[in-house]
């Protein structure tokens, strides 16, 4: 009978001390976490957090963020016009320097003709540096030759923006689109001119940055501008 009493004791120990280690020592895992969220209203961001359920720490965090707009004492109403273009940090930056302290109330025109405003200047940028390399005698005569097709594309360019001013002052929408539309066709002759000629443009910074402003100005133009 005390044997019997005896090995229950020792059962009822080895349990208990069983029981108490598995309390003490939880299973150590680990998981991964993976968060997206897009709005229409924000750039999206996207980002991966590793957790260790271990430790409770975690791991390592990575950010991917999307360009944001400059949006420091910019007016709201600009925001909006050019959030809704295909460049629209380059649609506001293009049109702040223009401001400068006077009030100004941002409406679909007003920007347009401001866009347009920077885009002729940049025109003149690439018309000035078009001009000093073909009377550079080190430019390739193949160069000068793409150089003064560019030149005829560039002044066109500065053409079709006057009637572009012309046709907001009259209220007529059909000619604002038109001319900004023949715009990407005087942009496109010049870089051509350079394609076919397997020639890489001197201006093709500039380039790209007239291109990107006619894209602006057509998206306003066509879609904003009405009377």
């Known amino acids: 009978m005390g044997m019997n009493h005896l090995i229950l004791a020792l059962v009822s120990l080895s349990c208990l001390f069983s029981f108490s280690t598995s309390i003490s020592t939880p299973p ?14 924000a750039p999206s961001a996207a980002f991966n957090v590793h957790f260790s359920k271990s430790s409770g720490t975690r791991m390592d965090q ?34 702040v320097p223009f401001l400068g302290h006077s009030k100004f109330v941002a409406e679909p025109v007003s ?5 347009i405003q920077a885009m002729d200047n940049k025109v003149k940028e690439a018309i000035d540096k078009a001009t000093k390399l073909m009377q550079d005698h080190s430019t390739q005569k193949m160069t000068a030759s793409c150089l003064e097709t560019c030149l005829d ?8 923006d006057k009637r572009v001013l012309d046709a907001l002052s009259l209220h007529d929408v059909y000619q604002v689109s038109m001319e900004l539309s023949s715009n990407i066709e005087n942009v496109q002759t010049c870089e051509d001119a350079f394609l076919e000629a397997n020639i890489k443009s001197p201006n093709i910074q500039m380039d790209s940055a007239i291109r990107k402003m006619i894209s602006n100005t057509l998206a306003i133009g066509v879609d904003k501008v009405h009377f």
């Open 28 to 41: 150590s895992y680990s998981y991964h976490y993976s968060f997206s969220h897009s709005s229409s209203s």
């Open 153 to 160: 594309s560039y002044k066109s360019i500065l053409d079709s």
């Open 111 to 115: 920007v347009l003709k401001l866009e």
């Open 62 to 95: 990575t950010f991917n963020k999307l360009p944001t707009l400059p949006t420091n004492n910019v007016d709201p109403g600009l925001q909006q016009i050019c959030k809704d273009t295909d460049h629209p940090e380059e649609c506001i930056s293009n049109i």
